[in-house]
């Protein structure tokens, strides 16, 4: 199946993802089984998850940003609180704080690795919280954080990442993974908390089911909402779950032939020396981001902004300048990234951006 540009061309979209029989297979599955929902999937996928994270516990909910947000009322987080969320990354990271009724403060990120920039943290007496993320699946330096305030690690796209043989996932007192189409394992919306404190686990597990007491008599004592995960939806992400490593080795490849390619010519992606990234999206650093983005769509490239300054949106505007945030926005290009790819494909993105680039 192929689509094509305005232009005529093929056009070569920015993400597909990977799925196909075995999920088709598993989905019918469960729709022939009667229980839609809460049923044996959910609790397949959370053994899953929480193996793959080397965690005691993962809850599924209903997306990334469900999960960021129980996550962030799980560690109390509320009217008062500060909470530190870098400047750079998707909105949810700090719309879920500002819900929650709590004041996200932006902390720059450091240009070169496109995450929060340690040097420039700085916790007050009202800070409850860091909001680590590993943006575009590049983990954070985690351990260059300050001791003392719980972590919470937005890992939304790095399952299957490591920080010096650490999952991610694993790297903070609670994580939050996303199964949107774009991240490495998709559920098409979907999301999961996972935790080795067992009073946590069960304070999401009862937030995400309308307040109701794991394991109780259903007792409610707090407000909850429904965040659940159908069981149709785990059904699809248990196949690519199986197949992670395969899923992660295909994405490794594909970013090393970009990086082959345009090395030299652009400012690449890259992890520390040591870490396992895990390539969510593609990244690059250029010069005037927009007007190529532009050129590359004219061209049949699905190209995109990385992702979201936060002090240039409205709702974030009162925060002062952050140099390095403006800086990636500026200049970061999300090039097609997906397991479809062919050789030839990344030929004619690098030709591109090499043109573009000169
Ligand atoms: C995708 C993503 C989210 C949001 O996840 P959804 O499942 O789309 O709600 C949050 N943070 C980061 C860093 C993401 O990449």
């Not at 929060?116 to 680590?132: C, Q, S, Y």
């Not at 069981?231 to 395969?246: F, H, K, N, S, T």
């Not at 490794?252 to 090395?263: F, H, I, M, N």
Request: glycine fraction near 10%; charge should be negative; proline fraction near 5%.
């Amino acid at each position: 199946m192929v689509s094509r540009a305005k232009s005529g061309i093929d056009l070569i979209r920015l993400a597909w993802p990977d799925v196909g029989a075995a999920e088709a297979e598993a989905v019918a599955e469960v729709l022939a089984s009667g229980q839609l929902t809460m049923g044996p999937k959910v609790e397949e996928f959370e053994r899953g998850l929480a193996a793959a994270c080397g965690t005691e516990h993962a809850v599924v909910v209903s997306s990334g940003t469900a999960a960021l947000h129980l996550a962030v009322l799980a560690l109390g987080i509320g009217p008062g609180d500060e909470v530190l969320v870098p400047a750079y990354t998707f909105p949810a990271t700090a719309n879920v704080v500002a819900l929650a009724g709590a004041k996200p403060v932006l902390v720059d990120v450091d240009p070169g690795t496109m995450n929060l920039d340690p040097a420039k943290l700085e916790a007050g007496p009202r800070t409850k919280a860091i909001i680590a993320v590993d943006l575009f699946g590049r983990p954070v330096r985690v351990e260059q954080l300050p001791n003392g305030l719980p972590v919470l690690e937005d890992a939304a796209g790095a399952l299957g990442a490591k920080r010096r043989g650490r999952p991610c996932g694993s790297l903070g007192a609670l994580a939050c993974l996303s199964f949107h189409p774009r991240k490495i394992v998709t559920t098409g919306e979907g999301g999961a908390v996972t935790m080795d404190d067992d009073e946590l686990a069960d304070a999401i597990r009862r937030m995400r089911h309308h307040g109701i007491e794991p394991r109780g008599d259903f007792a409610i004592a707090h407000a909850g909402l429904n965040y659940r995960l159908s069981d149709i939806l785990c059904a699809v992400g248990i196949p690519q779950l199986a197949r992670l490593d395969e899923l992660l080795e295909t994405r490794t490849r594909l970013a090393a032939g970009y990086t082959e390619r345009l090395g030299g010519i652009v400012e690449v992606p890259t992890a520390d020396e040591g870490d396992v990234h895990g390539w969510q999206a593609y990244v690059i650093q250029v010069d005037g981001a927009a007007e190529k983005i532009a050129a590359l769509r004219e061209r049949g490239i699905e190209a995109q902004v990385g992702t979201y300054a936060l002090h240039r949106l409205a709702a974030y505007r009162d925060q002062g300048e952050f140099p390095g945030a403006s800086q990636v926005f500026d200049r970061a290009i999300a090039l097609p990234f997906h397991t479809r790819l062919s050789s030839s494909d990344l030929d004619r993105v690098a030709e591109a951006v090499t043109e573009l680039a000169g």
